[in-house]
T-cell receptor, first 111, second 119 residues
């Protein structure tokens, strides 16, 4: 069975800290790994990583895919209270028009 | 424009009611999805439509009935729901390209969701 596991499940830090969120996967036929940020309602897309694009960066957020270790990290530097959210990792499978989601990491940034 | 819209934002219904959730996108995406999300859980896939045809039904009870009238619209018809069906219902869309295209189109764009309460 395809499986995506995120850690930690919950993280509380102070504004200005740097955080690293982890995602590991065991899937039959990996195609892509995606990161989403979910605040009140809809998950919003952050990054998609594939074999041809294993590192992405946008502002204070960056993500790396390690295909050997079957994992990915999401880094957020100089955190702000607006970064407080649930961060979801999802994996796309070859031959399937769907994503397998991890449980999410709830990140809280305290001022 | 990566906007997916959903109506209504909130819905309260009794167990004998019939209601519908609506989803719309104008990004030219040919794959559309319904998800159910309970509190503190990730989205759980319910249905996938590809080119207006139902391609995946994740063993969803028949009291949920999806419909894709055209490439921009996706409906979810609800009938005789149970209180445990109360959840956030999310719609999403993505491009759909054949494997021979060589492109990866896994990015799904989500709507804001409908918060459903079944009494």
């Amino acid at each position: 069975e395809d499986k995506v596991v995120q850690s930690p499940l919950s993280l509380v830090v102070h504004e200005g800290d740097t955080v690293t969120l982890n995602c590991s996967y065991e899937v039959t036929n990996f195609r892509s790994l995606l990161w989403y940020k979910q605040e009140k309602k809809a998950p919003t897309f952050l990054f998609m990583l594939t074999s041809s694009g294993i590192e992405k960066k946008s502002g204070r957020l960056s993500s790396i895919l390690d295909k050997k270790e079957l994992s990915s990290i999401l880094n957020i530097t100089a955190t702000q209270t607006g970064d407080s959210a649930i961060y979801l990792c999802a994996v796309g499978i070859q031959g399937a028009q769907k994503l397998v989601f991890g449980q999410g990491t709830r990140l809280t940034i305290n001022p | 424009d990566t906007e997916v819209t959903q109506t209504p934002k909130h819905l309260v219904m009794g167990m004998t009611n019939k209601k519908s959730l609506k989803c719309e996108q104008h990004m030219g995406h040919r794959a559309m999805y319904w998800y159910k999300q309970k509190a503190k859980k990730p989205p759980e896939l319910m249905f996938v439509y590809s080119y207006e045809k139902l391609s995946i039904n994740e063993s969803v009870p028949s009291r949920f009935s999806p419909e894709c009238p055209n490439s921009s619209l996706l409906n979810l018809h609800l009938h005789a729901l149970q209180p445990e069906d109360s959840a956030l219902y999310l719609c999403a869309s993505s491009q759909f390209l054949t494997p021979s295209s060589g492109r990866i189109t896994d990015t799904q764009y989500f709507g804001p969701g409908t918060r459903l309460t079944v009494l």
